[in-house]
C-alpha cells in the first residue's frame, strides 16, 4: 500500500500527509502480514515510529504474521533506538514469539547484540 511504501523508504512528508487523512488504516496488512509500523521499524526511523505511535488508530496487540511483532524487527535489524521507543512506549508485547517460537529477547541473544539484550531484559 501506499502507507507500507512511505513507512519503508523513510517519505516523512508523504506519511504525514497519509496518517492525516481520517480514513487510513494504520494497521491495514501488507501479503506478508506486516503492517508500516513494522516497516518503519525495519528501517529504524524513529520519527517515522513516533507518528505511527501518537495516533490512537495504531492497533499495537496486532502481531504481525510470521515475523512477529514490531519488537522482533527491531531486534532482527539492530535498531535500538527503535526498540528503546517502543519498549518505553509499553504497548507491544516483550514476550510475543514469531514463527519459530523466538521472543525478541531470543533474537537479541541470537545475534550477540548486547545493548538491545539489556534493554529486554
Do not use: Y
Not at 104 to 113: N, S, T, V
Amino acid at each position: 500500500t501506499p502507507l507500507h511504501a512511505a513507512a519503508d523508504f523513510g517519505g516523512e512528508q508523504l506519511l504525514k500527509i497519509l496518517i492525516a487523512h481520517p480514513k487510513i488504516d494504520l494497521n491495514v496488512r501488507d501479503n506478508l502480514g506486516q503492517t508500516p509500523l513494522f516497516f518503519a521499524v525495519r528501517l529504524g526511523d524513529c520519527r517515522l515510529i513516533r507518528f505511527f505511535l501518537e495516533d490512537n488508530r495504531l492497533d499495537p496487540s496486532q502481531h504481525q504474521g510470521a515475523l512477529g511483532n514490531p519488537l522482533h524487527a527491531a531486534a532482527e535489524s539492530g535498531r535500538f533506538p527503535a526498540l528503546r521507543l517502543l519498549l518505553e512506549d509499553g504497548r507491544f508485547e516483550v514476550n510475543a514469539t514469531d514463527q519459530d517460537g523466538d521472543t525478541p529477547l531470543h533474537i537479541a541473544i541470537q545475534k550477540g547484540d548486547r545493548e538491545d539484550l539489556v534493554l529486554l531484559l
